[in-house]
């Protein structure tokens, strides 16, 4: 499936608070905040290794491009895994699941809760948009090639 290029360049936009054309590491941290994932030194670091191919400490707008491109197909097979019932979104139940088949078991609510931390439109479940806004931050190891 394409790449949604205003896609990419809405998700930076949002990431790019004071719209220079680049993600610095406090805009990065106030990202991971938001998403609910540690915005920790080693956190932002991965993150930086990831995406800032030129190594200048700033991600610029190509790079984010290029990063995403190159995990597009990874990000929608970890979606459609999770996606039992492959109907475009993952529900809390459906989540559930998922951890309780990876050995990390979970209540009902805890899961509704995970899903409500991703769940941008408030729609009580996951499309592949929010997973994908959600998986670009994830740490290297968590979303492989």
Known sequence: MPHDSDDIQSIFNNLDINRDGKLDRHELKEALQKLGLPPTDHYINDIFRQYDIDGDGVVHEREFRSYVQRKEAAMRRAFRSLDRDQNGAITSEELQKALA???????????????????????????????????LLLPSSQVPS
């Open 101 to 135: 088949r990876l050995g990390v078991p979970v209540t009902e609510a805890t899961a509704a809760q995970m899903v409500e931390l991703v769940d941008t439109d408030q729609s009580s479940d996951i499309s592949f948009e929010e997973f994908r806004r959600f998986a």
